[in-house]
């Protein structure tokens, strides 16, 4: 059992970078946007960016809290 546990830890760990790159590439667009609020359609996608920069965030937190989660099962 110990081994299916370590390779979910991997697994988890991929996720956690992958969503970690995500979240500076999405939150970096967003915040450009910023930057150019004479543009109508800016706003919309100011709110949008901000939401999938949360619910990016919401996702590190789940994964972080599962890789703990896999780490003490291993400890075990």
Request: net charge neutral.
């Amino acid at each position: 059992m110990s081994k299916r546990t370590e390779k979910e830890i991997e697994f988890y760990v991929e996720i956690l970078k992958l969503l970690v790159l995500l979240l500076v590439a999405v939150a970096g667009g967003t915040i450009s946007l910023l930057y150019k609020m004479q543009f109508s359609v800016s706003i919309p996608l100011i709110f949008i960016g901000a939401w999938i920069s949360f619910s990016l965030v919401l996702g590190i937190i789940w994964t972080t809290l599962r890789i703990k989660r896999l780490l003490e099962e291993l400890d075990e």
